[in-house]
């Protein structure tokens, strides 16, 4: 069952295809990850437009730091999203995106 696998080991390794034709020939496969990378961004955001920094899956548990978050990575989000609502115009992004610049914006990160 490969119900949450992408690709399998033997598939990586590619057999007799050069790395540039594996890549083009599983397109397909890595835009989906990229969404569904996207979808969970969009689900670790909270409502004020900050990204949750830590999550623990086995505890549903989130963490923020007091001190230390990130700015570059909070904006390299915020770009990752950006290029997936170019990819599909879905309104999570857009709106998960405005809401995250709009944290930036609050703490006078950008002006």
């Known amino acids: 069952m ?15 295809q050069p790395p540039h034709l ?25 409502d004020d437009g900050r990204f949750h920094y830590q999550y623990f899956p086995y505890e549903d548990r989130v963490h923020q730091p007091k001190r230390g978050y990130s700015i570059p990575r909070h904006a390299g989000a915020i770009y990752g999203l950006s290029l997936l609502y170019e990819d599909r115009p879905l309104e999570m992004y857009q709106s998960a995106a405005a809401r995250a610049i709009r ?9």
């Open 103 to 111: 944290w930036l914006k609050s703490n006078e990160v950008i002006s």
């Open 2 to 16: 490969r119900s949450n696998v992408i690709f399998t080991t033997s598939e990586l390794r590619g057999g007799d």
């Open 22 to 46: 594996r890549l083009i020939s599983r397109r397909a496969a890595y835009i989906e990850a990229a969404h569904r990378s996207g979808r969970y961004l969009v689900r670790h955001l909270d």
